[in-house]
């Protein structure tokens, strides 16, 4: 089966830095895509990443390992507007997106 | 942000009856899709369509029906409303190709009550 394995919950202080990870079983791989959803609201695009490496965007950034189906996205110098839920999808061989279930961040001050 | 819009925002309505979402974009994108979200599922296809008149079942949907007959109209309807479907319903477009990847962008959500 398809499955995507993401931490169900993480806490982190504002200012400082969080890694969530995801993990990733598909038929097939056609890029990986990371959503911010904050409670209550849509999810929204962050990032997208279909070859090994890191992508960078501001204080976001995310990486990909295909050999490894894993990715995770990195956040920095923590403000508490992130304090979102954070989704992980896949995009199979058929162009699917296979959602996980959301790691939802906790920001503290 | 993509031009996109969910109608109604939130029903609560009784089991047994009709219900139908609309999802409406401006952006004129051939892909659309539409999603339940409930708590520690994430989000899960029901349906989606690849163009006018041009639909496709996603893995959950048994009970939900749609239809497209216009590029920007994608209709989600549940013949016969249960409790088990209650849950926050989004609709979600994409300017992808058949064998290309773009992001999905959302739409605000419509919240949904089966009492």
């Known amino acids: 089966g398809q499955n995507i394995d993401q931490p169900t919950e993480m806490t982190a202080t504002e200012g400082a830095i969080v890694q969530i990870n995801c993990t990733y079983q598909?038929?097939?791989?056609?890029?990986l895509f990371w959503y911010q959803q904050h409670a209550g609201e849509a999810p929204t695009f962050l990032s997208y990443?279909?070859l090994d490496g890191l992508e960078e965007k501001g204080r976001f950034s995310s990486f990909l390992s295909r050999s490894k189906g894993y990715s995770y996205l990195l956040l920095k110098e923590l403000q508490m507007k992130d304090s979102a839920s954070y989704l992980c999808?896949?995009?199979?061989?058929?162009?699917?997106?296979?959602w996980g279930a959301g790691t939802k961040l906790i920001i503290k001050p | 942000d993509a031009g996109i819009t969910q109608s109604p925002r939130h029903k609560v309505t009784e089991t047994g009856t009709p219900v139908t979402l609309r999802c409406h974009q401006t952006?004129?994108?051939?892909?659309m899709y539409w999603y339940r979200q409930d708590p520690g599922h994430g989000l899960r296809l029901i349906h989606y369509?690849?163009?006018?008149?041009?639909?496709d079942k996603g893995e959950v949907s048994d009970g939900y029906s749609v239809s497209r007959s216009k590029t920007e109209d994608f209709l989600l309807t549940l013949e016969s409303a249960t409790s088990s479907q209650t849950s926050v319903y989004f609709c979600?477009?994409?300017?992808?190709?058949?064998?290309?990847?773009?992001?999905?962008?959302f739409g605000d959500g419509t919240r949904l009550s089966i009492l």
């Open positions: 598909t038929s097939g791989f056609n890029g």
């Open positions: 999808a896949v995009t199979d061989s058929n162009y699917q997106l296979i």
């Open positions: 990443n279909v």
């Open positions: 979600a477009i994409s300017e992808r190709d058949r064998d290309s990847n773009q992001p999905q962008h």
């Open positions: 952006e004129n994108h051939r892909y």
């Open positions: 369509s690849y163009g006018v008149k041009d639909t």
